[in-house]
């Protein structure tokens, strides 16, 4: 069964020329590209997407850099795209990731960790609509 993720790829990400890298992963293992923009994020926006961290000490810090330069957003599609996206992006930390994975090779911290996929299903739908609302 198809389904769809949203992916970001994220300000440090579109900075160091990493668009092509984390296009060609998503593309090599077989996902489908369904939408795509680049954008330059407003904090109403980030806090909506980031909704789910509010409370936690780094949501502020999250805001300024996921609004600080334009990042990347795609609609990702194919069978297990949530999980499939997931585990080419590697673990949130970059460190403990796996070399191999977009944070494995790519960063060391993390905040600034390059790309983003929803989580779950239910986190998909509403990112999507949030990022993309007339689309799907
Ligand atoms: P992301 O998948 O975009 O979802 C939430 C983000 O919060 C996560 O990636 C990290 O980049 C960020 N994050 C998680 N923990 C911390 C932290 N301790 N300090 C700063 N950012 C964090």
Do not use: C, W
Not at 124 to 134: L, M
């Amino acid at each position: 069964m198809s389904e769809r993720t949203l992916v970001l790829i994220k300000p440090d990400g579109v900075k160091r020329g990493l668009i092509g890298d984390v296009i060609a992963r998503i593309e090599r293992k077989g996902l489908k590209i369904a939408a795509m923009e680049l954008r330059h994020l407003d904090a109403e926006t980030a806090k909506a997407h980031y909704a789910e961290h509010a409370e936690r000490p780094f949501f502020g810090e999250l805001v300024e850099f996921i609004t600080s330069a334009p990042l990347v957003a795609l609609v990702v599609e194919g069978p297990r795209a949530i999980e499939a996206f997931r585990s080419l992006a590697g673990l949130t930390d970059p460190v403990k990731s796996a070399p191999g994975t977009i944070r494995g090779d790519h960063a060391l911290e993390i905040g600034e960790n390059v790309v983003h996929g929803s989580d779950s299903p239910e986190s998909a739908a509403r990112e999507i609509k949030i990022f993309f609302p007339d689309r799907f």
